[in-house]
């Protein structure tokens, strides 16, 4: 390519990346063996729906989430699984003289095990907006037609009024019965439909089938115990996905993929985790090339947000390069042009496990010193960096 630069556009062509963010897929199944229950585990502990364990999925790269809704008794949409004594109270390490609805006021200052986070409909659809590759799978739990309603319209709106309706499009209501769909595309039409049978005694596979495919439900979830090849085969026989939960053991799931499904529900066991049971992980990093100032350039690239990111000292000897200079003081990555790169300083907190743990930085990049808006992440502890900008900056 002639010239100095590259437009935004150019580059995004040559690195086969978007130059606008996405609009993502309602094939959310793609490339997600694994949904984070109740969104996971977080510092050993499970079944929180806490904002830490959400952030936490994300990082472990998890792209679908599990999370569990009831009200407060002030009539504030919450994610929490119940106020029963011997139910959230007691997984949750949260006193209680006995099974009390709380206020919101009290929901939002109770700490969950004594340090995580809980969250409203309106913090997740927030913490949605701000991860925009996470699908959220609804665990609502009533079956009536005014809760049920009422629980996707509170959704819904929250999500309009905030200014985030994009986040409708990664939200996929779990189904307990054949009404519900009905009851909901009144509210909101989603693109994406879960049918979990864990209410019906003595399912019937083919009637459940020939129904979702009848009324454009993608997805069945059923329990691990009758995740049956038999049943299964039923299913998939319709073109339905299916999905099991709940396992934490690499061996039960294994044999659940052997039996035809396509996923699981799990509280602890992780994506990078996947090819102890011969499964991939969906993400995963991409030598790409392309040309810079007529250079061919190879970069190793991950994808994040529909971005192209690359690891920083890659790029620090593209073009013109940069030297970087961290001010543990003031918290800030300094980029200067035309310098030699030297060291970032966070190698020890480096490796190669290949994991691909990947966590938002906390310092502010600046670049010749004045602030920037670029935003890099810690992958495996190396930082990237977002390729387009970076590139573009250099060569200026």
């Known amino acids: 390519m002639k010239g100095k630069g590259l ?83 007691a997984r949750l390490d949260i006193p209680t003289t006995g099974d009390v609805v709380m206020d919101s006021q009290t929901f939002m200052n109770s700490p969950i095990i004594f340090e995580q986070t809980p969250l409203r409909a309106v913090d997740l659809m927030y913490l949605m907006a701000d991860y925009p590759d996470m699908y ?33 499009d990664r939200i996929i209501p779990q189904l307990y019965n054949k009404e519900m769909i009905k009851w909901i595309r009144e509210i909101h039409n989603f693109d994406s439909w879960i049918f979990t049978l864990y209410l019906y005694n ?21 329990h691990v115990d009758r995740a049956k090849k038999e049943n299964v085969s039923k299913l998939k026989a319709k073109g339905l996905k299916v999905y099991a939960h709940t396992t934490n ?63 920083l000292r890659q790029m620090a000897k593209v073009g013109k390069g940069f030297s970087a200079t961290f001010n543990r003081e003031a918290n800030t990555l300094n980029l200067q042009k035309g310098r030699a790169f030297t060291s970032l300083g966070n190698e020890m907190l480096m490796d190669d496990s290949g994991r691909l743990i990947t966590k938002k930085v906390d310092f502010k990049l600046l670049v010749n010193g004045k602030e920037s808006n670029i935003q890099c992440y810690y992958v495996d502890g190396e930082v990237y960096a977002p390729v387009e900008e970076i590139l573009l900056l250099v060569q200026k």
């Open 202 to 222: 003595n399912p019937y596979y083919d009637d459940i089938a020939s129904y979702c495919v009848k009324n454009g439900i993608d997805t069945v979830t059923l």
């Open 249 to 311: 053991r690499y061996l039960t799931m294994k044999n659940l993929m052997n039996a035809g499904v396509d996923g699981i529900y799990t509280d602890r066991i992780k994506p990078y985790e996947l090819h102890w049971i011969g499964l991939e992980n969906g993400r995963k990093t991409t030598e790409q090339n392309f040309v810079v100032e007529n250079k061919e350039i190879t970069l190793t690239t991950l994808d994040i947000f529909g971005k192209a990111y690359a690891p």
């Open 136 to 168: 959220l799978v609804t665990d609502t739990k009533d079956t009536d037609k005014a809760t049920v309603q009422r629980q996707f319209r509170d959704l819904v709106g929250i999500a309009k009024n905030i200014g985030h309706p994009e986040v409708l």
């Open 7 to 89: 437009t935004a556009l150019a580059m995004a062509i040559m690195l086969g990346v978007s130059a606008v963010q996405p609009a993502w897929a309602a094939d959310w199944q793609k490339g997600n063996t694994l949904i984070a229950h109740a969104f996971g585990e977080v510092n050993n502990k499970i079944e929180t729906n806490s904002k830490e364990a959400f952030i936490n999925a994300w990082e472990n790269g998890f792209r679908v989430v599990e999370g569990d809704f009831t009200y407060t008794s002030d009539g504030v949409l919450v994610l929490r699984h119940d106020f029963e004594k011997d139910g959230s109270y």
